[in-house]
């Protein structure tokens, strides 16, 4: 059984610019959640998505933008990247619509860093 | 609204001695809790769960922890530390009734000194 990937694993953006960072759910899976962890912080919720709809949005604004494809993989696009943005982002699978008290597989992450 | 606290930024212990990581939660329903472990430059792994069942939960690499309603607490903890537990640690509440969206605490650093 493959575990959840990110790629990359590492990136170096520059403030203004876009990036994307992509997310292979663990098999079986049908929904996908992203986080953002800043240094020294716990996970942030930023959306999840569930059957290629975004199914719950935590406090992030429209520049956060995902998709999820037909096979369950996901992408996390970031507009306009500022300096703040810079942290680990987190991918997330789980099995049957990430219900209540269903647990969550994690991604290693994907380290941001904007300059 | 559902929020978590984690008394401690870091904890520091003797290979051998007992563990413990203190976790406070609010909600406003009856809640879902887990403790998450992150290595360094890895992501979070599953320790364990409390979803209603039995008020104390064992988890893996010998970690329970124990839901206390009254406290609105659920600490975890480890008769004897290793020097491979040291890592980070993370508690998250889930309220029901919706989309699973998870609040996480901030993290304490577990710190084994042998």
């Known amino acids: 059984e493959t575990g959840v990937t990110q790629s990359p694993t590492h990136l170096i953006k520059t403030r203004g610019q876009q990036v994307t960072l992509r997310c292979s759910s663990q098999s079986g899976h049908n929904t996908v959640s992203w986080y953002q962890q800043a240094l020294g912080q716990g996970p942030q919720f930023i959306f999840q998505?569930?059957?290629?709809?975004?199914?719950g949005r935590g406090n992030f604004p429209p520049r956060f933008s995902g998709l999820q494809f037909p096979n369950y993989s996901s992408e996390l696009n970031v507009n306009a990247l500022e300096l703040d943005d810079s942290a680990l982002y987190l991918c997330?699978?789980?099995?049957?619509?990430?219900?209540?008290?269903?647990?969550?597989?994690f991604g290693p992450g994907t380290r941001l860093t904007v300059t | 609204a559902q929020s978590v606290t984690q008394l401690g930024s870091h904890v520091s212990v003797s290979e051998g001695a007992l563990v413990l990581l203190r976790c406070n939660y609010s909600s406003s329903v009856p809640p879902y809790l887990f403790w998450y472990v992150q290595y360094p430059n890895q992501g979070l792994q599953l320790l364990l769960k409390y979803t209603s069942a039995a008020t104390l939960v064992k988890g893996i690499n010998g970690f329970e922890a124990e839901f206390k309603k009254s406290e609105t607490s659920f600490h975890l903890t480890k008769p004897s530390a290793h020097m491979s537990d040291a890592a980070e640690y993370f508690c998250?509440?889930?309220?029901?009734?919706?989309?699973?969206?998870?609040?996480f605490g901030r993290g304490t650093s577990l710190i084994v000194h042998p």
């Open positions: 997330a699978s789980s099995p049957q619509g990430g219900g209540e008290g269903v647990e969550q597989y």
């Open positions: 998250a509440v889930s309220e029901g009734g919706g989309s699973y969206i998870p609040t």
């Open positions: 998505y569930y059957r290629e709809e975004e199914n």
